[in-house]
């Protein structure tokens, strides 16, 4: 790894959490960054809820701050604090990524479906017409499932321990794309092109798989958004039945790019 040499031309990130121990969103963008010789670095700042609105008033002034990111539990909480969110940001109701323009005014944007779409791309894996069964409808999960409908999927099929959430995210989903068909249902994967989880089902040891993976057909693809660890066990059953497997690090890498879009790193100055 490249040394980092921050100094005062450095373009500061921050990533705000609560708890903040996990985080590991920070460590890969500094990498990149560095890799990229770009002269920016990212530190993980710990907020807790109650300090959220003078803390982002705070960054508001500080003038050499590109941007930050917002992770649990902040991503919602956030939005009325930001001067203006994109729409994508305003229909899955979260912000994940902000940039802070010199004169202190901070946008929102969100990032986790666009990133979950271009990593699946990144495996071969595209979305265009094809029938989708998804697992969860929890944070991610929505912008997931937005992201999935933007790419032009035909088909939505959203399943959730709670149904009513599965059952709120596929009408709002079915509402900004009516060119998608989107409705909550089972957890079978019969006959699906993907299958994605977005429950945290496979982040622990022991946890039960989130479908039958006797029901799983070489031809169906599997993507993970769960991080650690890299391969879960619903992606070895996978990879085991011959199924193509795309891995939850590939939507963080993908977000990379975004972000540099997003803070216009690298674009010549307006
Ligand atoms: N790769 C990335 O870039 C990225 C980005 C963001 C998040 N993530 C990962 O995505 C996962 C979910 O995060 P989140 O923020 O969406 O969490 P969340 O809002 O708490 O949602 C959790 C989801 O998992 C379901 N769930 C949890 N425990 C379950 C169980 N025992 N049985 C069945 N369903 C269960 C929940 O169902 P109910 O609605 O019924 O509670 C809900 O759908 C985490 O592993 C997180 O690390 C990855």
């Known amino acids: 790894m490249t040394e980092m040499r921050i100094t005062g031309r450095t373009g500061i990130m921050l990533m705000l959490a609560d708890p903040v121990a996990h985080v590991v969103g920070s460590l890969r963008l500094n990498d990149r960054f560095a890799a990229e010789g ?14 959220l609105a003078t803390v982002i008033d705070a960054l508001r002034r500080m003038r050499n701050v590109l941007g930050f990111g917002v992770t649990i539990p902040h991503k919602i909480a956030v939005l009325p604090l930001l001067d203006a969110t994109t729409p994508r940001a305003a229909r899955i109701g979260a912000v994940n990524f902000v940039r802070r323009d010199a004169d202190g005014r901070l ?3 969100n990032l986790d479906g666009r990133g979950f779409v271009d990593g699946l791309a990144g495996q071969g894996i595209a979305l265009r017409g094809r029938r989708v069964l998804q697992l969860g409808a929890g944070g991610a999960g929505r912008a997931v499932a937005f992201g999935i409908a933007e790419a032009g999927a035909r088909e939505l ?5 709670t149904n009513e959430r599965a059952e709120a995210l596929a009408a709002d989903v079915a509402a900004a794309y009516p060119g998608c068909i989107a409705r909550a249902g089972t957890n079978d994967p019969s006959g699906f092109d993907l299958v994605v989880n977005t429950t945290s089902m496979g982040m622990h040891e022991g946890d039960a798989l989130p479908l039958d993976v006797a029901h799983l057909a070489a031809g169906t693809d599997v993507a993970e958004i769960i991080m650690t660890p890299a391969i879960t066990p619903l992606l070895a059953a996978a990879r085991s039945r011959g199924c193509r497997i795309s891995l939850g690090t ?4 993908a977000q990379y790019v975004l972000v540099k879009e997003l803070l216009a790193i690298g674009a010549p100055a307006a």
Do not use: F, K, Q, Y
């Open 38 to 51: 770009l002269d920016i670095a990212v530190s993980p700042l710990h907020v807790g809820p109650a300090d």
């Open 157 to 161: 099929v959203i399943h959730n321990r």
């Open 107 to 109: 946008t929102g944007d």
């Open 250 to 253: 590939s939507m963080l890498d």
